[in-house]
């Protein structure tokens, strides 16, 4: 049986005997515990120390994993990186090559070389501007050379080299009759006339 310690009873050494019974039996007396179901503080330090290790090795073991999954993230945007220049290349080659191609197209129809390179620029591009703005050069340019052949080829205006022939001064001489005739119509001969008779 466990003995009660009296000394929990403040003032108990110097009360009346029939003072101790009365505190003895309002005192609250503790029920005998069983020590069976407790361990000891070795044991105890031990389980602590163990849990601290198991702890440690979990936290490990996740910083590892962590660690891992870092490095993959890191490998899949480097992946991705180098995807997106192989696409950047391709793009570029792609563009390099649909402009080479219509830089041929467009010398094939006659445009000269910078004309050409700078009108397959615009189509690749999508600038409808300029596009146009060089099919407007490149057809002046046509219709000023097919002019100058014309010239070149006709007897006695552009290609006789200025020399005059009884032909040539018989032409002119029914374009002014035609100019001076034709009052209405005058101002149109008369400009036409001035680029071709010298």
């Known amino acids: 049986m466990a003995q009660f310690d009296t000394s929990t009873i403040e003032g108990f050494e110097g009360m009346t005997p029939e003072q101790q019974v009365e505190a003895l039996l309002k005192a609250e007396i503790p ?21 601290n290790g198991q702890n440690k090795k979990l936290k490990d073991q996740m ?3 962590q660690q891992k999954k870092v490095e993959e993230d890191e490998a899949k945007q480097q992946e991705a990186q180098k995807f997106a220049e192989l696409e950047n290349k391709y793009n570029e080659l792609m563009k390099a090559s649909t402009l080479k191609e219509h830089t041929l197209s467009l010398t094939g129809l006659g445009f000269d070389e910078k004309l050409a390179g700078d009108t397959a620029a615009a189509i690749v591009d999508g600038d409808a501007e300029k596009l146009f703005k060089n099919m407007k050069t490149f057809l002046d340019g046509f219709r000023k050379s097919v002019e100058k052949e014309l010239i070149d080829k006709t007897p006695g205006i552009g290609g006789s ?8 001064d018989k032409a002119v001489e029914l374009a002014k009759g035609l100019i001076g005739s034709h009052k209405e119509t005058g101002t149109g001969y008369s400009s036409v006339m001035k680029n071709y008779i010298r």
């Open 31 to 51: 029920e005998n515990v069983d020590m069976s179901k407790f361990i000891s503080k070795e044991q105890f330090d031990k389980k602590v120390s163990e849990l």
């Open 63 to 65: 910083n590892a994993e």
């Open 161 to 168: 080299g200025g020399k005059s022939s009884d032909e040539t």
